[in-house]
């Protein structure tokens, strides 16, 4: 993905398609590894040994030890992966201990650490970052959008029966179909309700849980995927799918239209016990090289507004409208989310 290819060069030409997409210049960032400053912040990097990531999924970190290692040799990245990280990290922080340099979350997750100011500052220039994709007064920086589809079982989904709209999904064929996590369905929701309205949001999400018997579960739904006792799984991470067929399942990801896409991000905590090393992390992780690599390896790439990356040239071949996470909606895609939970929780199995 070095070269800027004829397809990505046409998606750029027709941005304005994405009528929900997040503004920012293009991403055209300078060799910021011959850098000084970002040299000295190397060997000072190295001589703490090692810095300390958390993040929510093991398949969101496990990848950039390796890759982090191949730019900047000389430190160990340790990483824990829990849905509930930034809840620990909060309840750290009121404890007196101070065991994180780095977390990478969705927007959202980070929100309550940024409000009880426990991010550092960091000049995200250093790295070629502009300040379109730079959030929290300066706290932390754009890294990816994981985009919710669907993930189904190609031996027994045909290519034709492949929802172009959430919608289809209220086609009969689906009817004791589909499954979903008890977790990430009214996540998903939320970016629906967004551009739906909450009415319409409940009256869809009723539907396929009444009328197509959508099963809703805490298990991983690959399991049921796999075994065809369900053929398809409702929001899942369109990345997550195409990841499991690189695994050897056979299940693919697919992009729904509108595209509910999250905003994840980079930060380095204000009392980072490595806090040279952890700069260097989180400022790598933001960078044109870490996000080719991201998309490389899990199949996630950053959607904003003049991305390099294949899957927004993609998306907008496709048409239709991305629904990006940002400072000005997610409050409001947070609200939708809890009222909707309650009317998915208790279908829960």
Known sequence: MGRMTRRQAAALGVVAAFGGLA???LHGQPDWTSAGAVQDLHAKAKAEGEVVLWGPQQRELSWIPDEFSKRFPG????????????????????????????NINSLGGVHPIAERDLLGQIDWSLFGVTSANVFHDGR???????VYGVVYNSSLVREEELPRT???LLHDRWKSRLVTSQFLFPRMLGFLAMEWGEAKTEEFARSLLDANDLLVTRAPRE??????ER??????FVSGGRFWKQEGMPVDGHYVSPYPAVQFISARMKTAPHPNAATLLAGWLVTDEAKRRREQLRFDGDLRAGSKSAIYAE????????????TSNMV???EAYKKLSQLVSGRGR
């Not at 932390?140 to 994981?146: D, E, F, G, S, V």
């Open 231 to 236: 053929h398809m799984s409702v929001a899942e």
């Open 223 to 228: 399991s049921l995927l796999r075994t065809g």
């Open 166 to 168: 959430w919608d289809d």
């Open 140 to 146: 932390a920086a754009a890294t990816h959008n994981p």
């Open 315 to 326: 998306l907008t071949q496709r048409g239709g409208r991305l629904l990006i996470e940002d």
């Open 23 to 25: 503004g920012g210049r």
């Open 75 to 102: 430190i160990t990245v340790n990483w824990s992966a829990d849905l509930s990280a930034p809840t620990k990290i909060i309840a750290e922080a009121r404890a007196g201990r101070h065991a994180v340099d780095v």
């Open 332 to 334: 409001l895609r947070e």
